[in-house]
């Protein structure tokens, strides 16, 4: 159960009279990519491996994890399979441990990566609508992370973080909050929070993000707010992961994995 509540922080998401920075509804039949780097930070892997399997149609976005699908890093993480979409890129020449999302010690740039500043909010309010994917293996997510112009600027803002195996035919557990990454100012505050109802449906998650605190909504409803600091820019992060069985087997049977996005949307900060 989220939180209780403290001076008035429970009020519902309203974002009457207030006009977004983006609005984006992958209308075009085309992946805008001024705006979406597609591409699981591939300074640790290659871009070959990473690169998402995507279609863009007009009702949104659907990212896929096929049968062919490669595990995007095998050397550092495993059997791990994604398609994935960020909004900012930069890494340090190949050779070096200077990359962003620093996941576990010990990663060294595989293919170093232009930078790319493609959208980077910092503060504000920033929403998706989306639906998650009830098989064992798959988990679905919305994670901002800092951009790392300094290395510690690299926390992560979970708007939503969903695992198939989590989801039954009441409804499924959502993990939102805080997680440090490796910035050292912050501490880890994420909480499951139940949702009734279809997840694999549209539903709308987002967080309120200030100077001192962030507060998230699931359906424009608050469910959990964190009074930690994170001051500086994001890049958006939206995935669909294939997670390993420990004996190495794949449900081929069950694939594609279909993640589908209908919009994301980002505010800018009131005033």
Avoid at 4 to 12: I, N, Q, S
Avoid at 70 to 86: K, M, Y
Avoid at 244 to 268: I, K, N, Q
Wanted: hydrophobic share 35%; with cysteine.
């Amino acid at each position: 159960m989220p939180a209780t509540p403290t001076r008035g922080e429970d009020a519902p998401l309203d974002l009457t009279g207030r006009m977004p920075d983006v609005d984006e509804r992958f209308g075009e039949g085309v992946l805008d990519e001024t705006l979406w780097w597609p591409y699981y930070t591939p300074h640790w892997s290659t871009r070959e491996r990473s690169a998402a399997r995507y279609t863009v149609e007009r009702d949104g976005l659907e990212l896929r994890i096929d049968a062919d699908t490669p595990a995007w890093a095998p050397e550092s993480d495993g059997g791990i399979r994604c398609s994935h979409l960020q909004t900012g890129q930069w890494s340090g020449p190949a050779g070096s441990t200077t990359g962003q999302h620093r996941f576990r010690p010990g990663l060294v740039v595989r293919e170093a990566q232009p930078e790319r500043r493609l959208l980077l909010p910092h503060f504000g309010v920033i929403e998706v609508r989306m639906a998650a994917v009830r098989h064992p293996d798959a988990m679905v997510a919305f994670w901002p992370i800092g951009f790392e112009e300094d290395p510690d600027d690299c926390g992560e803002i979970c708007v939503a973080e969903i695992f198939g195996s989590e989801l039954d035919d009441q409804g499924g557990w959502v993990g939102v909050g805080v997680k440090p990454q490796n910035d050292p100012r912050l501490r880890l505050d994420v909480e499951k929070v139940r949702v009734d109802g279809d997840l694999t449906d549209f539903h709308d998650y987002a967080v309120e993000w200030t100077p001192d605190r962030l507060r998230f909504f699931i359906d424009h409803r608050w469910v959990k707010t964190v009074d930690q600091r994170i001051d500086y820019p994001v890049q958006l992060m939206l995935d669909v992961f294939e997670l390993p069985r420990d004996d190495g087997t794949r449900d081929l049977a069950a694939l594609p994995h279909r993640f589908r996005v209908e919009r994301v949307r980002v505010f800018p900060p009131v005033g």
